[in-house]
């Protein structure tokens, strides 16, 4: 792997008020190549990272609404009895679609309506350029991003039914790769409670062929990850 100097990653900073995304690498590889110790420190900045769920759902569910306003229940699939088009529409959305479904048809009719769409839709659009530009900094300094493929095990049905289960920042950061357009994967790591966890790995654009090679490496350095 490529590293620059501790100074160079200046890049990488933001303001004195963002906390820190600590970035830890082995010691012992840093520092043989810097000869400095690690594990050393990368602003990425936590209100970034605090807001990707947010961002993404104001985004995706906007190309959700348009993208599915064909489901009418009159082209296709099951539909309801109505005196016209709006009547079955509405009667077709409101008995037949799951509460997920609705919930991204109204999301994104309220993000992109027109009181909304430039204090939500726009905005939204510029900070995913900023999480982008801060995440291909990352790159001017490491080869990959190696994260945890989830903050945890699979949630128990239960949970999921009561809303007792949610995501953190530790399951957000992997939408990244997905607001970038970066090559990333996800592979098996340890095993808890007889349930998988993997490991995630990103790298740069045009890089996919890394990211498997790297994907590679772990699995044969790993073996069953039991």
């Known amino acids: 792997s490529e590293y ?43 209100d970034l990272l ?3 769920s947010s961002i993404y759902r104001s985004l995706s569910y906007s190309e959700a609404a348009s993208c599915w306003s064909n489901l009418t229940g009159l082209l296709f699939g099951e539909s309801e009895h109505g005196i016209n088009f709006q009547d079955i529409a509405i009667k077709s959305r409101t008995n037949l679609f799951g509460k997920q479904l ?15 769409f430039e204090n939500i839709f726009l905005k939204s659009k510029t900070i995913r350029t900023w999480i982008i530009k801060r995440a291909q900094a990352f790159f001017k300094v490491f080869d990959e991003i190696i994260l945890p493929g989830a903050s945890s095990i699979a949630p128990l049905i239960n949970d999921v039914l009561k809303n007792n289960s949610s995501d953190n920042i530790c399951d957000d950061a992997l939408q990244i790769a997905n607001f970038a357009g970066l090559p990333s994967i996800t592979i098996p790591a340890i095993s808890v409670k007889k349930l998988p966890l993997g490991i995630n790995i990103t790298t740069n654009y045009k890089e996919d062929l890394k990211v ?11 073996g069953n990850f039991e």
């Open 50 to 52: 605090s807001m990707i």
């Open 102 to 116: 609705k919930q991204r048809f109204v999301i994104g009719a309220y993000v992109t309506s027109k009181e909304n």
């Open 212 to 222: 498997l090679k790297i994907a590679y490496a772990l699995e044969k350095v790993g």
């Open 4 to 46: 620059t100097h501790m100074d160079d990653r200046k890049i990488l900073q933001g303001s004195g008020e963002m906390q820190k995304l600590l970035v830890y690498y082995l010691s012992e590889i840093y520092a043989d190549i810097n000869g400095e110790s690690g594990p050393f420190e990368i602003d990425f900045g936590i």
